[in-house]
């Protein structure tokens, strides 16, 4: 096991949407501490809140109340401009839908973040083709989406999130698309790259086939975390 530390330090974070003329509380005041170096699992059922939490982690959804600290920035304390950046360069992510752009090629959509930082294009569209590799589709970098298998793309778009070498990757349902040999091997290689001590993943996922590959899971229900531990609470 590799060193970890507090990457991430969550308080009292409450979150409320507005449903007609009512207000739904969806988060009642979550604290939480996530640790580098280790794969944090967000489990729970649907509707639990699992999604709105790690949109709040990765700086997406503005929480109603609270706070969150990502590597020392209180990242609700920056202007919109400077959240953005922040975003840009320390975070990546991985959604349940690819969100891919369907007129660039497999290639040039896992190149996007580091286009959007400055790199030339061509030498980034090198380093796209690069983490295609790594996740065994590097002979699809030149295919348009709609040209791969869902399988196919979810893999884009996990090079996508890990391209620019964030040092936050957040996953929503990363393997939920996935025969059970491809799914292995996207969480061998999150799993690899959270282990970098100075690495922290997270990932929502219900799949069970995959639990076993957390070092601490964390179980929400109803808006509140209910278990915090290196396994699934016994039923
Ligand atoms: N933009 C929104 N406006 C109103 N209600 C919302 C909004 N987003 C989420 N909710 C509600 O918040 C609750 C939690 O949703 P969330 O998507 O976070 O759950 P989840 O645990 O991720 O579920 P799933 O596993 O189905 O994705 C749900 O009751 C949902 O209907």
């Known amino acids: ?7 991430i ?16 509380r969806v988060l009642h005041g979550i604290d939480a501490e996530i640790r580098s170096g280790e794969l944090t699992y967000l489990v729970g059922e649907s509707g639990s809140g699992k999604t709105t939490m790690i949109s709040i982690i990765a700086g997406i959804l503005y929480p109603t109340d609270g706070s969150v600290s ?10 919109d401009n400077d ?28 190149s996007v973040p ?13 380093h796209g083709r690069a983490m295609l590799e790594k996740l ?28 620019h070498e964030p040092r936050l990757v957040v996953c929503d349902e990363p393997t939920a698309a996935l025969d059970a040999k491809s799914g292995r091997r996207v969480m061998d290689l999150l799993r690899e ?25 964390l179980v929400m229900e109803d808006g509140r975390i209910t278990h915090d531990g290196k396994e699934m609470p016994d039923h």
């Open 193 to 217: 790259v959270a282990l970098a001590p100075e690495r922290t993943v997270i990932i929502v996922t219900h799949d069970n086939r995959i639990f076993d590959l957390a070092d601490r899971i």
């Open 9 to 24: 330090t969550i308080n009292g974070i409450v979150k409320e949407f507005s449903a007609g003329s009512q207000m739904i």
């Open 70 to 79: 990502v590597f020392g920035q209180d990242i609700y304390g920056l202007s």
């Open 114 to 126: 580091l286009v959007a930082a400055g790199m030339k294009r061509d030498e980034a569209v090198e």
């Open 83 to 110: 959240l953005v950046r922040f975003r840009l360069s320390n975070i990546g992510f991985i959604f349940q839908q690819y969100n891919l752009i369907p007129t660039l090629t497999a290639a040039e959509n896992a």
């Open 136 to 163: 065994n589709i590097a002979d699809q970098a030149d295919k348009l989406p709609r040209q791969l298998s869902g399988g196919q793309q979810q893999r884009v778009a996990i090079a996508r999130a890990l391209v």
């Open 1 to 7: 096991m590799s060193e970890t530390r507090t990457a």
